[in-house]
């Protein structure tokens, strides 16, 4: 099965800017900023001191927790993407936590299940929305503990077997990556153990 790792659910290659949640004022000194693109990126520059202020994807994680030739997936409660659609327990790093614990966390809040992960199988890139790009480390995952209920943001989980066949998903880059995994039980890179339980 051939890899993706660049899903686009809108033509991103457009400019973008007008749709973009921009900075108004410098987090520097205050001053207004201008929108615009500053050696190849959206930015903001200050009118003030000059400062630019970057717009960057949102770093992100996604879980495949798996159980034999099953895998689990929840069903979104979204006012922006995939409302009632299905997808792997994913969601933002937060700026104090490493990938690994917001991956726990995401799970756990998701889920209820305590997990421990296993191995990085992908880093995909999501053109999801003008103002939402995200770069995803895609994880695997084995329950520690727990019962599989829904959690935050999700109105339902449940185990799937892989039979090639999904139902409504959320993101393009869930099912690729779901059939990737168990068509060529590629298992991934070794994780640093002492953040992934």
Known sequence: MKVQQVFSAYPHQTDVVNEIVMPRFCSRCGSSCNPGHAEGGISARCTGCDFVQYINPQPAIAVLIKRGNEFVLGKRISNSLGHGQWCMPCGYVEYHEDYLSAAIREVKEETTLEVRITAIISVVT??????????????SAEILSGEIQPGDGMQEVAWFPYTG????????????????????ELMGAPVDAFYAQ
């Open 126 to 139: 999501n053109y999801l929305k003008p103002n939402v790009h995200s770069l995803v480390t895609v994880l």
């Open 165 to 184: 066949q999904f139902p409504e998903m959320a993101f393009a880059a869930d099912q690729h990556i779901i059939s990737r995994y168990f068509e060529t």
